[in-house]
């Protein structure tokens, strides 16, 4: 990874699989803003990492086209925190004053799953499912996921889980943790899990997070307070602490991807 001597990445990058040890390559970058001379970066904000690109004679365009697919997906969360605004009884606009693109923290994780010969050893889950990745819920306002039609993703619900649908030509919209903390759980962050699959195939999932200081109070949409019977009155925090302690604690049960 890139060091330098006021920051540290410990996630952008690219991770390369290895034959009988690791299954994922990966690739993940942040916000293209965050250079060096970026004041957060500058100060060594946790979170805030240079991405790092690889050199643009051996990979003609990739730099352009990643920060491009940034923007675009950044845009197109833009538009769906709308509807979600809207859902929750709030105008339409009410992310708008949180979402930036000057201090997003939303990243962008590439994520290739190889065929291998010699597939490393697999995790086996509680009812017998040979998994890729394990439970768990996403560390994101919204995750925004492409990914290429081969089945392996499955969601928990009422304890049993299910295969969601693959497709090559839409997106899947998920909730995340921090979603379900500053609307006290009305929008639930489904747990969730990667079956275990020796194929081809590509998992492009888009994290959609605010700025580390900002903060966003927690409601409960009115007249939802009786369906939503399992929700707590949380309090307020800053959006960087409380990916902090999501992403540490996504580590220590799941490893890096």
């Known amino acids: 990874g890139y060091v330098n001597k006021e920051n540290q990445n410990v996630d952008s990058g690219y991770y390369m699989a290895i034959e009988g040890k690791k299954a994922v390559e990966s690739y993940t970058y942040t916000n293209p803003f965050f250079s060096l001379d970026h004041p957060m970066v500058r100060v060594g904000t946790p979170l805030h990492e240079p991405n790092v690109w690889p050199s643009e004679d051996k990979h003609p365009g ?36 949180y979402f930036h693109k000057s201090d997003t923290l939303s990243s962008m994780r590439l994520i290739r799953y190889p065929l291998l010969k010699n597939y490393p050893p697999v995790r086996v889950a509680p009812d017998g499912t040979k998994l890729g990745f394990g439970d768990h819920l996403d560390v994101s306002l919204i995750t925004v996921l492409f990914q290429t039609p ?24 998920n909730c995340g943790t921090y979603m379900s903390y500053i609307t006290n759980n009305y929008f639930h962050s489904p747990n969730h899990r990667v079956k275990h699959v ?60």
């Open 62 to 97: 990739f730099r352009s086209f990643c920060e491009r697919y940034f923007w675009n997906l950044f845009d197109l969360s833009s538009q769906l925190l709308k509807g979600f605004s809207l859902a929750l009884g709030k105008d339409e606009s009410f992310f708008d004053s």
């Open 150 to 173: 081969v089945p392996n993703l499955q969601v928990e619900i009422d304890n049993e889980w299910y295969d969601v649908p693959t497709s090559d030509s839409d997106f899947l919209i």
């Open 198 to 257: 020796n194929a081809e195939r590509l998992s492009l999932p888009f994290f959609v997070s605010v700025g580390y200081d900002t903060v966003i109070h927690p409601f409960t949409p009115a007249g939802t307070e009786i369906i939503n019977t399992k929700h707590d009155d949380n309090p307020p925090i800053v959006h960087g602490k409380f990916l902090e302690e999501g992403f540490d604690a996504l580590v220590v049960k799941n490893g890096l991807t």
